[in-house]
């Protein structure tokens, strides 16, 4: 499925990541099925940043609160790896549920875009997606 995302959303992700100094970086997509609209940023509380991320549970919970009462759609999530690649890691898939869930990866300047399934082609558990980066005054 083809999911669109504007330059400027993509670059604000880009931004946030590369203030990790060495700790993945995560937020929240929100749009609708194939169009992210805006991220909401959270910290990551896992045990060892520079290795996983885990959500902060309070942003977590608020954007679920706000999505059920209106809100925009939670589609997924992004995450970084500072040291590593687009490509999602071992660890990312233990805790990838196949829900459909979209998983935005950065690393440095390069993002990549993926679904979480129960058949994919990234250690069974990830399918690729393709990602439209549209600029804001073309398509919206």
């Known amino acids: ?6 330059r400027d959303l993509l670059d604000r992700i880009l931004a946030d990541a590369a203030h ?12 609708e099925a194939d ?6 940023f959270a910290a990551n509380v896992a045990l060892d940043p520079t290795r996983h991320f885990e959500l ?12 059920r009462a209106g809100g925009a759609r939670i589609l997924g999530h992004y995450h970084s ?31 990549a875009l993926w679904r979480a399934t129960g058949t994919g082609e990234v250690y069974e558990r990830f399918q690729a ?5 549209y600029d804001d005054v073309t398509l919206a």
């Open 1 to 6: 499925m083809d999911v669109r995302i504007s």
């Open 20 to 31: 990790g100094q060495g700790e993945e970086r995560c937020g929240l997509l929100l749009g």
């Open 35 to 40: 169009h992210i609209r805006d991220v909401r």
């Open 56 to 67: 902060d549970p309070a942003i977590l919970l608020a954007t679920h609160k706000s999505a």
């Open 81 to 111: 790896h500072p040291s590593g690649t687009v490509v999602p890691s071992a660890i990312d898939a233990q805790c990838a549920a196949p829900d459909g869930s979209l998983w935005l990866i950065v690393a440095g300047a390069q993002a």
């Open 129 to 133: 997606d393709t990602m439209i980066i």
